[in-house]
């Protein structure tokens, strides 16, 4: 099968600092791979199969190499879309982009397109599906293709629910531990010095209209003091209080 | 390793997976690891003059790792950047520096401003996180590989020359290894180059970024737009423990920390932490920092060594530059590591385009860089403060002389209805009452004349 894995598409949030009006400054983070694109990669290596292709596409400065280093053959990236703050802007430019892949490669529909169903950016992945028309699962955590069809698996509470689906779809990666092998350094200098095809994607202007910021609602804090037998007594007494305890 | 071990390196220029001049086969000409100031002007010089470049950085991305605790004394930068104040995201222009003896109830300063200090630009405050982030990027442009995130754990050596670097299981071959990998530099230790440095050489920093806006800043340090102040600080900062205090305003932030000698505070038995805390916190400091949003807290080995700190910078097919060599100054009045750091990247670069055009990385031709060092401002700089550190080891500057200049000018300011003395003998009635005598005041005197 063909897949298109999109990865390194938003910036890490361990790089924005929150302020005391709410104002997130992202002090020039540039875009980073999340926790879940590994997985997000694994899944459409997955559904390519041996004889499929993969695709790796990624939007902004997010570099190449980290899906090259991991084995895939082609790398796509779409520099002019800077880090975009609106998730459907972001998605919009997202399904611009898949859609140049498949016209270069003379195809409907890739088989399938994966992208990391980041907490933090919830919506994208839904609204990727909708840009392009095609039925999408979420929380996805392993896949298969299957014949004609595409098998995923994703945890639902403590089940796991098996769902088969026709091509094409897209899937909503999220990883279930740590990247299993990191490249390493040798893999990652023979893919910086691979070839970038530079995608011509328009960046789609923000839908999201922001009125205002508002703080993170902070949580009360109780210091126990005194010795500290004293405290820690204080303190399970608080939590039993609670019915924490 | 020796010299006579030397074996020679490529003609190296322009791409790597050669092997030229009788030399090994390489992947790139130089590698350099550790993308901090040094670093980063080193491989920039490198690659600019044509010469295959790996920049190797520990932390995910270059500046995550480091942290200053000084200004950065930055005219060196033009000759490897023009135009360097402009385009590096520097951000405010120093023009007042303070030095300051703090008691617990008394502040003392000798407070410098001056016009002149912003044209030329003579020293910038910085965020290294945004200094090193653009340092690598002029690497890059210049045609440098930067990988961040990889961890050099070992030096390959063959027939007594270094020969390249190994990571985890990939190893990678070059002509000449450059070490700008910090005060610890652990590849300068495995080239057998520096051993563990004894703790009073040592110290450890601890600094914390405070956010405050940039209009605030200006107004409680007394600032033109865009102009900074740093501060010096000894005394009740660090709680009597040989270092010391600054702070300096950055744009939207104010960095403030303490410097304590290894040795003292294990001595003592303190946490570093809670001299930071102390410092902040201490009812002549606070008011600068009132409001403000603590942004980034980090800690830091710093070298206090002086000259003693510098061994060997060469081996065969090595180098090694900026902290990792031991370049690092503190006479108290200036702390100086990152114009050092640089100047050192200046005179490795030209030694090792020489090696590289020579094809011959032995001792004999790399031996030219300690000399362009000794010749350059930052050898004579190193050997004119050589006696900083003991002058400041003294105990007394940090407990006894805050006191005694707060006490003179009390006798000065408190206008008790008294008849007024001279202020000699002012001076010399309070230092009858202090636990120094002149005899202290002479020695420390010639000391610091001798030192400074």
């Known amino acids: 099968m063909k897949t298109i894995v999109i990865y390194k598409w938003f910036r890490s949030a361990a790089s924005a600092l929150v302020r005391q009006d709410g104002q997130v400054d992202w002090g020039g983070a540039k875009m980073a791979a999340g926790d879940d694109d590994p997985a997000a990669l694994d899944i459409a290596k997955a559904v390519a199969g041996p004889g499929g292709t993969v695709t790796g596409l990624t939007i902004g400065d997010g570099e190449t190499a980290w899906v090259l280093a991991r084995g895939v053959e082609r790398a796509l990236a779409a520099p002019a879309v800077g880090p975009l703050t609106d998730e459907l802007a972001t998605a919009r430019a997202l399904a611009q982009a898949v859609r140049l892949v498949e016209a270069a490669d003379a195809v409907e529909a890739a088989d399938a397109v994966i992208v990391a169903d980041a907490a933090a950016h919830p919506g994208v992945a839904p609204a990727l599906a909708a840009e392009l028309g095609r039925p999408v699962v979420l929380c996805v955590s392993s896949a298969a293709a299957d014949g004609s069809q595409i098998t995923v698996r994703r945890r639902v509470g403590n089940a796991v629910e098996v769902i088969c689906l026709p091509p094409p779809a897209v899937l909503g990666a999220v990883a279930a531990g740590e990247e299993a092998r990191p490249p390493g350094m040798m893999e990652t200098i023979r893919a910086r010095k691979k070839p970038v095809v530079e995608l011509p994607v328009t960046p789609p202007p923000e839908a999201l209209e922001r009125r205002g910021t508002r703080p993170p609602a902070r949580l009360g804090a109780r210091l126990f003091g005194g010795s500290p037998d004293d405290a820690a007594s204080a303190l399970v007494a608080a939590l039993r209080a609670d019915g924490v305890l | ?452």
């Open chain 2, 1 to 452: 390793m020796t010299a006579s071990n030397a074996s020679n390196c490529g003609n190296g220029n322009g791409n790597g997976n050669r092997n030229g001049g009788g030399g090994h086969a390489v992947d790139f000409d130089v590698i350099v690891v550790g993308a901090g100031v040094a670093g980063c002007a080193t491989a920039f010089q490198l690659a600019d003059a044509g010469h295959s470049v790996l920049l190797v950085e520990r932390g995910p991305e270059p500046g995550a790792k480091s942290l200053s605790g000084g200004v950065f004394y930055c005219r060196v930068m033009e000759q490897i950047f023009p135009g360097f104040t402009d385009a590096a995201p520097i951000e405010r222009v120093i023009t007042r520096n303070c030095v300051s003896f703090l008691n617990p109830s008394s502040f003392v300063n000798i407070d410098y401003a001056d016009d002149r200090l912003a044209q030329p630009v003579n020293a910038v405050s910085v965020l290294r996180s945004k200094l090193d982030a653009w340092l690598s990027d002029q690497c890059e442009r210049a045609g440098a590989m930067v990988m961040a995130g990889f961890r050099v754990d070992r030096l390959l050596v063959e027939h007594g020359q270094v020969c390249g670097i190994g990571a985890g299981e990939d190893e990678l071959r070059c002509h000449v290894v450059v070490a700008a990998d910090g005060v610890n530099s652990f590849i300068a230790r495995d080239a057998g180059l520096r051993t563990k440095d004894p703790a009073n050489h040592l110290a450890v920093g601890l600094k914390s970024v405070i956010g405050l806006e940039r209009g605030v800043i200006e107004d409680r340090f007394n600032l033109e737009r865009g102009q900074g102040a740093a501060y010096a600080v000894v005394g009740d900062c660090t709680a009597g423990v040989g270092g010391g205090g600054f702070m300096y305003t950055n744009l939207e932030s104010v960095s403030i920390g303490v410097v304590l000698r290894l040795d003292d505070l294990a001595r003592r038995g303190l946490k570093s932490a809670d001299l930071l805390d102390r410092f902040v916190g201490h009812r002549f400091i606070a008011p600068f920092l009132k409001g403000g949003e603590p942004l980034e807290y980090g800690a830091h080995l710093v070298a206090e060594g002086g000259q003693a700190m510098m061994r060997d910078l060469v081996a065969p097919g090595f180098v090694v530059v900026g902290e990792a060599a031991g370049l690092a100054l503190n006479t108290g009045l200036t702390v100086r590591g990152m114009d050092l750091a640089a100047g050192s990247a200046i005179a490795a670069a030209e030694t090792v385009k020489e090696a590289l055009a020579a094809g011959d990385c032995s001792p004999a031709i790399l031996s030219g860089y300690p000399r362009r060092l000794a010749a350059s401002f930052v050898g004579k700089d190193m050997t004119t403060y050589r006696r900083a550190p003991a002058l400041l080891e003294g105990a007394r500057i940090f407990n006894d002389y805050g006191p005694l200049l707060a006490n003179v000018l009390h006798g000065v300011y408190d206008l008790d209805l008294s008849p007024r003395r001279r202020l000699w003998r002012t001076a010399r009635d309070t230092l009858k009452t202090a636990p120094l005598g002149l005899r202290h005041l002479a020695g420390d005197g010639w000391k610091a004349l001798r030192a400074l």
